[in-house]
């Protein structure tokens, strides 16, 4: 009993002081967002704000050369299409992977993880000139479709939907389901979890992601998120630091609600998944 008390306590003091170097970086950019930028520049700097102010957060919503609305709409639209398109694609791929027995099933797979071991910048310039041809530069077609085809994604369905008991789809053929058939009302039902966490984790990364969107959009009307906040961190980061903090917590506080929506199905599909590690 002793031992089992001494256990928990230690483990809980272990997440506990982990949690606070996880949250402190947070809540002291939230904290130094209500101040001034005379007290943001003092030493050592105050961790609560001595007046809360929200001045910091009118300024850079309102000025006119940042657009964060704009570009907070343009990030959330082009990461929900991004996701909904890779989990179009890459479900069905996964499943013919996992299930249908074809010759060369084996190969292709593998030559496909080869891919996942390529880095982007080796794509990087092939994918832009494709975008300028086809005239999707400056465009929402850039940020969705390139990597639609998420190899990552592929592997870890693949590896999900091979824990499903092939029994299931076995009763389904002798209903006279067809593949599709079967993908649709056996596998997709079971995998939710999975392609709920897979979904997030892939909005999450499409959110923040700065170099592409950066290369492919040149209007500030087609600009996402975080290529907002390196034009609002270059203008502004030299005297005005809270204006730059403010834009931060402004450009966090969407993936912050994302994680509490979609907290438990994330866990399940992470551990589900072998994502965890395990």
């Given amino acids: 009993m002793k031992f089992n008390l001494l256990k928990h306590t230690g483990t809980y003091t272990y997440l506990i002081i982990l949690s606070i170097f996880v949250l402190f970086p947070l ?13 943001v520049n003092r030493w ?22 940042l657009k964060l609305v704009l570009w907070l709409r ?14 179009l ?34 794509t990087l310039i092939p994918n832009f000139l494709l975008m300028r041809d086809l005239k999707f530069l400056d465009t929402f077609h850039a940020l969705i479709w390139p990597g639609a085809a998420n190899v990552f994604a592929v592997f870890l369905l693949r590896q999900f939907f091979m824990q499903i008991p092939q ?8 209903d006279g389901a067809s593949y599709f058939g079967r993908f649709r009302h056996v596998i997709l039902p079971l995998s939710t979890n999975a392609l709920t966490a897979m979904g997030i984790f892939v909005f999450l990364g499409h959110y923040n992601d700065l170099l592409w969107p950066f290369i492919t959009t040149s209007s500030l009307e087609m600009r996402t998120l975080p290529v907002g906040l390196q034009i609002l961190n270059s203008s502004y980061a030299g005297q005005y630091r809270p204006l730059v903090l403010a834009g931060a ?12 929506i979609f907290q438990r199905r994330i866990i399940k599909g ?4 072998g994502m965890g590690g395990r």
């Fill in 167 to 174: 029994e299931l789809e076995e009763a389904a053929i002798l």
């Fill in 89 to 122: 694609i890459c479900a069905p791929a996964a499943y013919a992977f996992a299930r249908l027995k074809f010759p060369g099933n084996n190969i292709l797979f593998g030559l496909l993880l080869l891919t996942v071991m390529l880095p982007s910048q080796v």
């Fill in 249 to 260: 917590v402004f450009a966090t506080v969407p993936i912050i609600i994302v994680y509490i």
């Fill in 74 to 87: 343009n990030s959330l639209f082009a990461a929900a299409a991004y996701t909904t398109a890779v989990l």
């Fill in 44 to 65: 050592p700097p105050p961790i609560i704000p001595p007046s809360p102010i929200l001045t910091n957060y009118e300024t850079v919503l309102s000025q006119p050369d």
């Fill in 270 to 273: 992470v551990v589900m998944t």
């Fill in 27 to 39: 809540v002291f950019s939230f904290s130094q967002s209500l101040m001034t930028n005379q007290e």
